[in-house]
């Protein structure tokens, strides 16, 4: 079977076109909704030229399905179509999306663009103020346990073991986690659902978001965290892929090799190896 690899926004803005296309023609690739989204919501500055245009990263993201890689699903439709199926999710490859993306032409103007992009601000900031307020309830509970020293020396772990040991207190949580995210449905969720994936994960990034909040002190709250929301669904993506490229160090990274052990993550198209190229013909 072949490999199925993610792509993340750092290597598809930091890798031309061309050299994207080629890579996309002999491996079998799938562009999270996530950077799609990202793209839309890209706001250009007068420093970065075109390198953040909407309409630039989205003729880019048009031109690299024609070549050949596939859409991903939203992680809502996969939450919702597990909650509906109760069946863990069999692919995050948008089949129908991909077929009408290689099909049809990109409606990029910039009304459409700034009426699309408003659209999913307003639809992400509940998911943002929801992250960041579970993070700040989970510092306080640090506080009343009067846990604050020894929770500080975490931040000095290397990433990969910290988020490690996150995961493994969501993992622990399971039940108690599925109930107050999934009432309905908590008894069904197994381990290899993307729901319980998604949730392990962003669990791990609530606990993680405490930590540093007590290690920096209350300035950290004002921080954007809305790119962390987009980078974790490129790591969920995962638990249905073989490999991930990315060169962001700081989350991506790190909460993939923590999370998804078994995985491969690259940090560029150079590392993937001859392995995950895919004889198309051999079907």
């Not at 346990?145 to 969501?170: P, T």
């Not at 669990?203 to 978001?209: K, L, M, Q």
Request: aromatic letters at 10%; glycine letters at 6%; proline letters at 2%.
């Amino acid at each position: 079977m072949r490999g199925l690899l993610v792509l993340d926004k750092c290597v598809f803005q930091g890798t031309t076109l061309d050299r994207l296309r080629g890579f996309i023609g002999d491996h079998y690739v799938v562009l999270p909704y996530a950077l799609c989204v990202e793209c839309l919501m890209s706001e250009a500055s007068d420093n970065s030229g075109t390198a953040k245009d909407p309409a630039v990263l989205l003729a880019k993201l048009d031109k690299l399905v024609k070549a050949g890689a596939h859409v991903g699903y939203a992680s809502c439709v996969l939450l919702r179509m597990e909650k509906e199926q109760l069946n863990a999710a069999k692919t995050i490859v948008d089949e129908g999306s991909t077929q009408r993306a290689q099909e049809g032409m990109a409606t990029l103007h910039s009304d459409f663009l700034a009426v699309e992009a408003e659209t999913c601000r307003r639809t992400f900031e509940p998911r943002i103020s929801w992250l960041q307020e579970y993070g700040r309830t989970y510092f306080e509970n640090v506080k009343k346990k009067g846990l604050c020293r020894e929770f500080r020396g975490d931040c000095e772990v290397y990433d990969v073991k910290r988020f490690d040991k996150w995961l493994q207190v969501a993992d622990a949580a399971k039940a108690a986690i599925t109930q107050t995210l999934f009432p309905e449905i908590s008894a069904s969720i197994g381990n290899d659902w993307y729901s319980w994936q998604m949730a392990r994960i962003l669990w791990a990034w609530v606990i993680d978001w405490a930590c540093r909040r007590n290690y920096s002190g209350s300035s950290f709250e004002k921080r954007d965290i809305s790119n962390d929301l987009h980078d974790m669904e490129y790591v969920a993506y995962l638990s249905r892929a073989d490999g991930i490229i990315t060169r962001d160090k700081k989350l991506v990274a790190p909460l993939a090799r923590a999370a998804f052990p078994e995985k491969d993550v690259y940090s560029s198209l150079e590392e993937v190896p001859d392995s995950y190229r895919c004889d198309w013909a051999a079907g």
